[in-house]
């Protein structure tokens, strides 16, 4: 497997429901992100994890909670959601030290919140 | 939060015909890169820039870093179909990444 995994690819979850999004990288890089891709909106940072320590999380509701237990492996704990949520989660990596240049993307995960 | 403005929103060209598109910003950036999505797909990093007055080619794209630093250019060249996407522009500021409003590329062969 190489570059940046996501799983699963498609999610339906109801508001009610815990579900927990997988990103995994095989480039050996030190920094992780996840974005959220909404229709006609530019992408949207949301978590940055650097040497596995958040440094950012850019005002985004408790619902969501990352957890990044080493530099390869990056989760999106859902819980509680709203169907404006529903869009492609993207996770990134990139060789980090501070610096997010040149990130490289997964293929997303497309949730719906029904 | 920053916003990258790009233009066109959105282009339908005939195969063999150059493109060109721009993204601008309000704010000085130090790095402006250039990503391209498919449906259904992540961005794919086309090209990385890193100085102002850079222009860096690969392959049939060509990009470059303005010199004002709150701009940059894409061309491509001689399209062929598999160039649809959406072409985003990118840049980082801090730990913050901001990407461009996409500008939408239909090719008729």
């Known amino acids: 497997e190489t570059g940046v995994t996501q799983t699963p690819r498609h999610l339906v979850m109801g508001m009610t429901n815990k579900k927990s999004l997988k990103c995994e990288q095989h480039l050996g890089h030190n920094a992780m992100y996840w974005y959220k891709q909404s229709a006609k909106k530019p992408l949207e940072l949301m978590f940055v994890?650097?040497?596995?320590?958040?440094?950012e999380n850019n005002s985004v509701p408790s619902r969501f909670s990352p957890e990044c237990p080493n530099s390869s492996h990056l989760f999106l704990h859902l819980h509680t959601l709203q169907p404006e949520d529903s869009a492609l989660y993207l996770c990134a990596s990139s060789h980090g030290g501070g610096s997010p240049y040149e990130q490289y993307f997964g293929p997303g995960t497309r949730l719906t919140v029904t | 939060g920053q916003q990258l403005n790009q233009s066109p929103q959105s282009m339908f060209i005939q195969e063999g015909e150059d493109v060109s598109m721009n993204c601008t910003s309000s704010s000085i950036f130090n790095t402006w890169l250039w990503y391209k999505q498919d449906p259904g797909e992540g961005p794919v990093l086309l090209i990385a820039l890193y100085k102002a007055g850079e222009l860096t080619s690969n392959g049939r794209l060509t990009a470059q870093f303005g010199i004002t630093r709150k701009d940059s250019f894409l061309n491509i060249s001689a399209s062929i179909p598999s160039d649809v996407g959406i072409y985003f522009c990118?840049?980082?500021?801090?730990?913050?990444?901001?990407f461009g409003t996409g500008t939408s590329l239909t090719v008729i062969p």
């Open positions: 990118a840049g980082p500021t801090g730990n913050q990444f901001y």
């Open positions: 994890y650097n040497f596995k320590e958040q440094t």
